[in-house]
């Protein structure tokens, strides 16, 4: 049962659109969300990340919103760039006490591509 | 400072040889996870060790196994392999389970079995 569920599959833009990638889970034992970024070949590095207590976090061109009664959370990338084209990766980390503690439950992922 | 490094890059094996795989976390950490990453798909979780212990394991059969060492890192070795283990295997640190941090991943070592 896939805990994290993400969506478009593969996204396509012009440079300079903002491109928005949806998660959405099921259970309420999570404490954290990230967001990973990963290029072909490499391992997936960090992005982006929110608690649950927040509404909206921003870095750079890239912002989370997220919304905890609906259980969903999304990724803006503003002014996107040829870049920025990758898979990206939402993330959501188990905080209940046992095995799931600290464990990150992935989405599958969006191909992003930017082009210029 | 330096990132989780994972050893070999590659690697290519038959059905039914048995495989090890290394990790090094990153400087202060001393929780590794370790995660299968098919084609196309999100990484899963295969285990998290924490003070050498097995502190969480996925769904993953039997033949998948790990441990840490005292300086904290960790080998995660798969036996009768399968075609279906052909992946890129990921390994990540952090600071103990449920900190504040997340998880920093290495570059992954790609696993093809033939």
């Known amino acids: 049962q896939q805990q994290v569920k993400q969506s478009p599959q593969s996204l396509i833009v012009q440079k300079g659109g903002i491109p928005i990638i949806n998660c959405a889970y099921e259970?309420?034992?999570?404490?954290?969300f990230p967001w990973y970024q990963q290029f072909p070949g490499k391992g997936p590095a960090l992005l982006i990340a929110i608690r649950p207590d927040v509404s909206e976090k921003k870095e750079g061109r890239f912002t989370i919103s997220f919304n905890k009664s609906a259980k969903q959370f999304s990724l803006h990338i503003m002014d996107s760039q040829p870049g920025d084209s990758a898979t990206y990766f939402c993330a959501a980390r188990g905080a209940d006490r046992g095995s799931t503690l600290g464990r990150l439950y992935f989405g599958r992922g969006t191909q992003l591509t930017v082009w210029p | 400072d330096a990132g989780v490094t994972q050893s070999p890059t590659h690697l290519i094996k038959t059905r039914g040889q048995q495989v090890t795989l290394r990790c090094s976390p990153i400087s202060g950490h001393k929780s590794v996870s370790w995660y299968q990453q098919v084609l196309g798909q999100g990484p899963q979780f295969i285990f998290q060790?924490?003070?050498?212990?097995?502190?969480g394991r996925g769904n993953f059969p039997d033949r998948f196994s790990a441990r840490q060492f005292p300086n904290y890192s960790s080998e995660l070795n798969v036996n009768a392999l399968l075609l279906g283990d052909s992946a890129l295997y990921l390994c990540?640190?952090?600071?103990?389970?449920?900190?504040?941090?997340?998880?920093?991943f290495g570059p992954g070592t790609r696993l093809l079995v033939l």
């Open positions: 990540a640190s952090s600071r103990p389970p449920g900190d504040q941090e997340t998880q920093y």
């Open positions: 060790y924490y003070e050498k212990e097995e502190r």
């Open positions: 259970n309420t034992a999570f404490d954290y």
